[in-house]
């Protein structure tokens, strides 16, 4: 017996010195690492990454950039199911130790003494683990563990337990890029957290332990047991019945990748605000949670989608179709799930749904598409599908369906009007659209080309191609301010002009029909886009005058040649530049800067920036807006004439000066008058007559097209808004005989215009002071007397009609010049 004690007390005084040398080893260890531990109070203001935000000038989700996804939430978002789903999954005792579970710490300590391995799961609270995701490396060392020990008592310290809850649901890695419980629920569920079922919840609790091998997507059967598990601690520890248990576990999982819902697609702006984001706001831009609104109108982008996409789809129906996108062998005993299996590598591309012909014959062919389901082609679906031959021929109509698709091709389907699928084809030709705010050069839409996906070139912005005729506005402009007037009469007659880097030494430019009108007023001469007139306009008004003067509109001296060729529209042109241009006809003399960013808050809601545009001023008098010359001012210009964003301002204006800055006026309000009173005789009876469909009287634009018929284009615009569309090929091949401005890139144009314009009345131009009427002869364009039958009515500047009447029986010397020459 005495042996027994003398042992038991020997046991004892080595447990004792067990326990005193562990508190010392512990106290020399925290006396060694303390120093080095991070300070814990910064956890109270941590900044999680969280990603950038676009929003549409009404709000709606246009993108969301950032290498996570990251929704934010607070303690009191977390639903009690959650709640209690990731406590009985991760510490059960989270509630009541103060950092550390010693039984869980003793339970790894024998396993690493067991097993020889450092590897082991258990031992870290929840507190732990916030202590590793905030301030610690992943590797596996002792040292590690220890600092994650003290850094967790230091954290319940300074936090309570919910807040560190939160800060772990918010940092937690939960596959997919998912980061904070919030995301994977709305990616995994598409739910918020007050949406999920106690099946859900139990799900999410358990990804954290193995966010990328254990995530219902990646690996279900495990997630699913991992589910299981959860659901088995929750009725372990009390949080749920025996038949919620059973409910819950019998509950099929449904997740399924759910993406950003974004609201309207603008791909091709949104990605123009993520360049400007990082620029302005730092590398941290797309991680700091920053939320930019532009100036996109939602409405105006989808109609501006729509339209341009139709417009490509109908120009690539009109020449023929190109054959299918790939062919495969199918097995005679092929099935369905087999089938789907040749589209993995094919998407959906603007609405035109990729499919396998199942089988094809004289009537019909059956299509499979991804999704699973069949769609039957008929002769009337395939009846456009003319074979292609060249940018100007198609082959005979179809008479069989089997004549245009066979058993194993790939091809394309989409829905028509009517709701019936057809066959369809990629657009091989591109298009852009943009719009904007006359007043203040607000990008309303924006499309630069048929599918970002394919292509992320943005040709609204990128693309420098000539303008062709709807070029013609800014000569005439700088004609009216040099004296003409819409009476004056050029001879639209042959010209040849010496060129030695022609075959022949000679340049013969014509017009696009090869006829000639003679005498022709400027007005008449712009209707109906006379070429020579524009030529012979040029040269009398003189190369280097005229190539200054259009940089008043936005172009820079690089863009435009310095030679007669400027008048055909020669110079290098983005849609959007063009469409500043012409925002100076529509807001009556002033150069805007085009910007599409117009807020941007900070992840607390706080206002950072807020654009400070340029703006026409309508009301202003003239007489305010000019230099002391008395002259027109010409506006600063940059290399590229385009400010993409609006001055910065730090913060909203200080009060007593929120007053509107002024754009620079660079045209006569008279001027800018004339010239679009001529555009608007464009649409009433000249090339764009197609645009009378949308029964307003407030329109006014100008079509274009190049040699060959590489580029064709529409501006135009009321009051409110001024929009260029273009059409034509990357590579600048030609878009086929007959395709014009008029019959390619107006149609885009007329149906934007039709939506963007819905329920905003008309909006008549108003005349501004110094503009006179008075009649005309039809033939001369000189003053007639009233009551001549010959005579119809013209604007003038009031001094050109005072002047024209003190001269009744000549022309001006430049205009004579101009009538004469050649």
Not at 694 to 700: E, F, P, T, V
Not at 709 to 730: E, P, Q, Y
Request: net charge negative; aromatic share 8%; charged share 25%.
């Amino acid at each position: 017996m005495r042996i027994f004690f003398r042992l038991a007390r020997y046991a004892l005084y080595l447990a004792l010195a067990g326990i005193i040398l562990g508190v010392a080893g512990i106290g020399i260890a925290y006396w060694l690492i303390a120093p080095r531990l991070p300070s814990v109070e910064t956890l109270k203001d941590v900044r999680l990454q969280v990603p950038l935000k676009v929003l549409s000038a009404d709000g709606k989700l246009m993108a969301t950039f950032g290498e996570t996804r990251r929704i934010p939430i607070r303690s009191a978002d977390i639903p009690d199911p959650l709640r209690q789903a990731v406590i009985s999954a991760e510490d059960a005792d989270f509630y009541t130790h103060r950092g550390i579970d010693i039984g869980g710490i003793v339970r790894a300590v024998w396993l690493v003494a067991t097993t020889g391995s450092k590897h082991v799961a258990g031992g870290s609270t929840i507190t732990q683990q916030v202590a590793r995701q905030f301030f610690l490396s992943p590797e596996v060392t002792y040292t590690r563990k220890l600092q994650e020990m003290f850094l967790a008592f230091r954290i319940e310290n300074a936090l309570s337990k919910d807040e560190i809850l939160e800060l772990y649901l918010n940092k937690s890695f939960f596959g997919n890029r998912a980061y904070g419980v919030a995301a994977a629920a709305e990616f995994y569920y598409g739910k918020t957290l007050d949406q999920l079922s106690l099946a859900e919840c139990a799900m999410l609790a358990s990804i954290p332990k193995f966010p990328s091998t254990g995530n219902p997507l990646n690996n279900p059967p495990r997630a699913l047991q991992r589910r299981a598990y959860v659901l088995g601690r929750m009725l372990e520890l009390g949080y749920i019945d025996q038949a919620a248990f059973d409910r819950a576990n019998a509950e099929p999982d449904q997740a399924f990748a759910h993406e950003p819902p974004i609201e309207i697609e603008a791909s091709w702006l949104a990605e123009m605000v993520r360049q400007q984001a990082i620029e302005r706001l730092g590398n941290e831009a797309l991680n700091d949670g920053y939320v930019i609104r532009t100036t996109i109108d939602s409405r105006a982008q989808e109609a501006a989608n729509k339209a341009l996409r139709d417009a490509l789809v109908d120009y690539d129906s009109r020449h023929g179709y190109r054959g299918a996108e790939a062919h495969v062998e199918l097995a005679a005993d092929a099935q369905p799930a087999d089938l789907v299996g040749h589209l993995d590598a094919y998407r959906n591309v603007a609405g035109l749904a990729p499919g396998l012909v199942a089988e094809a014959d004289a009537g019909r062919a059956v299509v499979q598409l991804g999704d699973g389901q069949s769609v039957e082609l008929t002769l009337e679906s395939v009846a456009w599908a003319r074979a292609y031959l060249d940018d100007s021929r198609r082959g005979p109509a179809p008479k069989r369906v089997d004549e245009v698709v066979k058993a194993g091709d790939i091809v394309r389907v989409a829905r028509d009007a009517e709701d019936k699928w057809k066959l369809a084809q990629i657009p091989a030709a591109q298009g852009a659209l943009v719009a904007l705010d006359p007043d203040d050069g607000a990008i309303i839409s924006m499309i630069g080309g048929f599918n970002f996906g394919r292509s992320k070139f943005n040709r609204a912005t990128q693309s420098n191609r000539n303008p062709g005729s709807s070029f013609k506005p800014f000569l005439y402009s700088a004609a009216f301010e040099h004296g003409f007037t819409p009476a004056s009469v050029i001879n639209d007659a042959p010209l040849v002009f010496p060129d030695p880097s022609r075959p022949n030494g000679l340049w013969t430019p014509s017009n696009e029909d090869d006829k000639f009108d003679g005498p022709t007023r400027l007005r008449e001469a712009l209707v109906r886009s006379r070429n020579l007139v524009s030529v012979r306009l040029l040269d009398a008004l003189g190369v280097r005058y005229v190539h200054e003067y259009v940089t008043r509109f936005g172009f820079t001296p690089q863009q435009v040649p310095e030679n007669l060729s400027m008048a055909l529209g020669t110079a290098a042109a983005a849609p959007l530049t063009m469409a500043r241009g012409y925002a100076v006809f529509a807001n009556g003399g002033f150069l805007v800067d085009p910007y599409f960013i117009r807020e941007i808050d900070d992840r607390d809601g706080k206002r950072v920036y807020s654009a400070d545009p340029v703006r026409a001023c309508r009301e202003c008098p003239q007489r305010l807006l000019e230099d002391g010359s008395g002259r027109i001012a010409a506006p600063a210009r940059t290399d590229s004439g385009v400010s993409l964003i609006a001055s910065a301002q730090a913060a909203a204006p200080a009060a007593g000066t929120a007053s509107p800055r002024l754009a620079p006026r660079v045209i006569d309000a008279r001027n800018a008058y004339l010239v679009t009173s001529l555009m608007r005789d464009v649409i009433r009876r000249g090339t764009g007559t197609a645009a009378l469909v949308l029964k307003r009287n407030d329109l006014a634009g100008k079509t274009g097209t190049t040699n060959e018929h590489r580029d064709t284009w529409f501006s135009g615009f009321n009051a409110r808004m001024v929009a260029t569309a273009w059409v034509g090929f990357d590579d600048f091949s030609t878009l086929g005989r007959g395709e014009y401005g008029a019959k390619a890139a107006l149609p885009a144009w007329i149906d934007f215009m039709r939506e963007a314009l819905r329920d905003i009345p008309e909006q008549p131009f108003d005349m501004p002071p110094g503009i006179s009427t008075a009649r005309v002869d039809r033939a001369s364009g000189l003053l007639a007397p009233a009551g001549d039958p010959d005579s119809i009515v013209e604007y003038f500047r009031t001094e050109d009609v005072a002047r024209l009447a003190a001269r009744p029986d000549q022309q001006d010397e430049e205009q004579r010049e101009a009538y004469d020459v050649f």
